[in-house]
């Protein structure tokens, strides 16, 4: 009888510790990690791992829920109606933010009050990547060809608005070589286009051409960034090779407005936590990427530095997308 007692006791307080548990793991739901794009793309892959890696530093599930369409607006558009619980983030594509707001009368946000910033996760460069279509030899020969070659000076980008598109805009105003911008739905259809011959250049990141590049398919003439790229040191940057451009992008954490600070230096901190570790880091120089924790306050200042910055070039571009 007394053994009975005990079993039913111990078994009392499994159940309980079982239901103690549950209360806590339905005390945290899931984060929500929005993402502008299709899954399979390098802003999709950076979130799946950061997901995998936020899940045991915040002790709670972190999904990647995927919104593509409008360049990354529409899931803006629904961080922005969120509750500022820290459950909904948005990884955001700089573009998004500091170009796209020039580009558009209404672009549908504030970039400013209608998000709180996180963390800066990662930053690229963009690479000028030269395909069959186009004559071998340096920058210099390139712009040297297409200024008697008008007609085939163009070069393609992932679409219509993005930094890509104004980096030739700027290449373009520095040389004096008028180039025609071709517009694409994303960088993977542009690059084909450029293995075919199709098109002779194409403007992305570093990432898109890389292994073409190695593979010696495609030659990246010159990469955009103020140094040389570490993953491909033996390309110079647009200012080694003559042209006084510099562009480059960032890849970063947004929350929905009014969350408390306290909330954002714990998803920030946990960010930083996840940022230091070597398997992460590797996982994103794979992508081409350069891994750059930015906290909430550098990432504010650094959106706004980037907005100023491209203020000018695309108001002189006459592009808008209205």
């Excluded at 293995?195 to 570093?206: E, K, M, N, R, S």
């Excluded at 880091?281 to 750059?292: C, D, F, K, T, V």
């Amino acid at each position: 009888m007394k053994h009975d007692l005990n079993r039913r006791q111990a078994a009392l307080s499994i159940g309980l510790l079982a239901a103690g548990g549950l209360a806590q793991a339905q005390e945290k739901p899931a984060v929500r990690i929005l993402v502008g794009f299709a899954p399979g793309g390098s802003a999709d892959i950076l979130a799946r791992l950061l997901a995998e890696k936020l899940r045991p530093v915040l002790g709670q599930n972190v999904i990647v829920e995927n919104k593509p369409g409008a360049a990354g607006r529409l899931a803006l558009g629904d961080l922005k109606r969120a509750a500022p619980d820290g459950l909904t983030l948005c990884l955001v594509g700089g573009a998004a933010l500091v170009a796209l707001p020039w580009v558009f009368k209404n672009v549908g946000y504030d970039p400013f009050k209608d998000f709180t910033p996180v963390a800066g996760v990662t930053t690229f460069d963009f690479a000028l990547t030269a395909g069959p279509g186009a004559p071998p030899g340096d920058l210099r020969a390139l712009l040297a060809w297409m200024k008697v070659n008008p007609s085939k000076a163009s070069y393609g980008h992932s679409g219509a608005g993005t930094l890509p598109h104004f980096t030739g805009f700027l290449i373009s105003q520095a040389t004096g070589v008028s180039m025609t911008h071709v517009p694409y739905k994303g960088a993977a259809p542009a690059v084909q286009d450029l293995l075919a011959g199709q098109i002779p250049l194409v403007i992305d990141t570093a990432a898109e051409t890389m292994e073409h590049h190695r593979a010696g398919r495609l030659r990246i003439v010159a990469v955009t960034g103020e140094k040389r790229s570490r993953l491909l040191p033996e390309v110079p940057t647009m200012k080694e090779a003559g042209v006084d451009v510099a562009s480059d992008g960032f890849l970063a954490l947004y929350g929905p407005p009014g969350m408390a600070p306290d909330l954002v230096t714990r998803l920030s901190s946990a960010v930083a936590e996840v940022m230091r570790l070597t398997d992460t880091q590797e996982r994103i120089a794979a992508l081409g990427q350069q891994a750059s924790y930015a906290a909430a306050a550098d990432l504010a200042r650094m959106q706004a530095a980037h907005y100023r910055r491209w203020e000018a070039p695309i108001k002189a571009s006459g592009f808008t997308a209205d």
